[in-house]
């Protein structure tokens, strides 16, 4: 995971390629649903470079920020220019440097799919739930169990790296997706059930779980389509049309869930 994210190639992914940008959008309008209106105090557990954070404190929120990469820090820090609305440290999601109830809400958007174990994850949510004011949402990102799947058959042949096929059927059995080379992307996959179940168990009542893509991230012209109103518009309500379809969760490369802390 380190090693991947080292490269840096992070702070573009979600503007510089049509399925980030399309991750992106989607994932904004869903975090929009649920958020309180500014000025409230957001965590952004796991953040990155820093996308949402910055979105975020453009809408007014005041924006924790933290992230186990020093480099996405830094990033952030130079991206914010100094706004004083967001405060970035590296932090651990599993061991938040925070006081107990101290947020308005929390978006945890990448720690889940990089924590192998159950019980790291389980840990994460915890720490999560401390540091939440009662009533307040949790909105926790996970990579589709089938995703690499999708994306084998969307890419060309030629891109793909040799014995991925092979080793699927027992990705998709463990959800442990292993890097397929110096530096690739690894993590652990999610069923949408799984999901559910994880934050029930850390003590958090489930309100809503979405795919946020769809299969629309399948598509070989995403990028000529999103760059035309109209077919742009159509990819953006066919994602929002089959997002709760529950046999089509599993169909995109993200799943998004919506979470409370009783209170």
Not at 58 to 68: A, F, K, M, P
Not at 121 to 130: H, N, P, T, V
Not at 159 to 178: C, K, Q, S, V, W
Request: aromatic share 6%.
């Amino acid at each position: 995971m380190h090693a991947y994210y080292e490269r840096g190639g992070e702070q573009e992914r979600l503007a510089a390629r049509p399925v980030g940008q399309l991750e992106f959008e989607r994932t904004k309008e869903i975090v929009s649903r649920h958020l309180p209106p500014p000025p409230a105090v957001v965590a952004d557990i796991g953040g990155g470079p820093g996308a949402y954070a910055l979105w975020l404190a453009s809408l007014g929120y005041e924006v924790i920020h933290r992230d186990l990469m020093p480099l996405h820090v830094e990033q952030l820090r130079r991206a914010a220019g100094g706004n004083p609305l967001i405060h970035s440290m590296v932090g651990d999601a599993r061991s938040l440097d925070l006081p107990d109830a101290h947020v308005d809400a929390l978006l945890l958007l990448g720690p889940l799919y990089h924590l192998d174990r159950r019980q790291d994850r389980l840990r994460a949510l915890a720490s999560a739930y401390r540091v939440l004011r009662p009533g307040g949402p949790v909105l926790a990102a996970a990579i589709s169990r089938w995703a690499p799947r999708m994306e084998l058959l969307r890419q060309s042949a030629g891109r793909t790296f040799p014995g991925e096929e092979e080793l699927l059927p027992a990705i998709e059995r463990t959800g442990h997706l292993p890097p397929l080379g110096p530096g690739i992307f690894t993590g652990y996959l999610h069923r949408p059930a799984q999901l559910r179940s994880e934050l029930t168990a850390a003590g958090f009542r489930v309100t809503d779980l979405v795919s946020v893509e769809g299969p629309a991230f399948l598509l070989g012209d995403l990028a000529e389509r999103l760059a035309d109103d109209e077919c742009r518009r159509v990819v953006m309500e066919t994602a929002r049309a089959l997002e709760r379809v529950p046999e089509l969760l599993g169909a995109g490369s993200h799943l998004l869930a919506t979470a409370r802390k009783p209170g």
